[in-house]
């Protein structure tokens, strides 16, 4: 009956019938357990051994006679430990795999949310600070604010810095939102140059997105530049607007 749940977590199909019969039979011997199980006799004795170095059964003794137990199914978890430590010790040289064969030069459009939580796993891969153009409070739709509230956390704990410049109508009507921010690291455009559109820096990309004054990116188209060359001219752009920008 969980066989296939036991298969998931990573049990091949004979070690997961075993380990489930033996939960419902208790202590049997190789017969018992190839009967129970409907597992070849000689396969019994491959998936033991298997099920023991796992430590998902142990072998008991009771007048000379060998017999095998199912330990407590809590014990499962340790699968998953060990998966988990396995990624966790290759990760950082997948990672550096990863973005050496991503491509440098690179444009793609994605929409609305979706769009705005891939650039925060990209940004979360980054050392750089975050910088942004032309806030709107986009980052702060309603209905991604669970996902927001984690990757502001995220970028506290690995000190990546959010820089921008808001529009001038976050300074008079969104103390909400700029409360979230470093004061001294966010300033504020003047009003009248307040536009329909927002630009995000980070590493070697570059994102433009166009949209109202909401909180919302439901509908955003969002533009993504991969280029470094083009977002460290974006950044040279932005340390000049940073120079004019009202500071809080």
């Given amino acids: 009956m969980y066989t296939e749940v036991l298969q998931q977590l990573g049990l091949p199909r004979n070690q997961a019938k075993i380990y489930e019969s033996l939960l419902v039979s208790g202590g049997s011997n190789i017969s018992s357990i190839s009967s129970n199980a409907k597992v070849n006799r000689r396969n019994v004795y491959d998936s033991i ?24 199914p809590a014990d499962l978890q340790k699968i998953l430990t060990v998966k988990t430590k396995i990624v966790q010790n290759i990760l950082p040289e997948l990672n550096n795999l990863y973005s050496a064969k991503k491509t440098s030069n690179q444009v793609s459009i994605e929409r609305g949310w979706e769009g705005m939580k891939n650039f925060w796993k990209f940004i979360l891969t980054q050392k750089d600070p975050v910088l942004f153009i032309g806030g709107k409070g986009a980052w702060h739709d309603p209905k991604i604010e669970e996902e927001r509230k984690n990757f502001f956390s995220s970028c506290k704990k690995q000190g990546i810095r959010i820089q921008g410049i808001f529009d001038h109508e976050i300074l008079v009507t969104g103390k909400d939102i700029y409360e ?15 536009t329909f559109a927002s630009i995000d820096i980070c590493g070697d990309q570059v994102i433009h997105f166009s949209m109202p004054k909401e909180r919302t990116i439901e509908d955003v188209s969002i533009f993504r530049i991969i280029n470094t060359d083009l977002a460290d001219s974006y950044r040279t752009w932005f340390n000049y607007l940073w120079k004019q920008a009202k500071s809080l």
């Fill in 49 to 72: 051994k298997c099920l023991l170095e796992r430590e998902l059964v142990v072998c008991i003794s009771d007048t000379g006679e060998q017999l095998y137990e199912a330990v407590d």
């Fill in 180 to 194: 979230n921010y470093d004061p001294k690291w966010i300033r504020f455009f003047p009003e009248e140059y307040s």
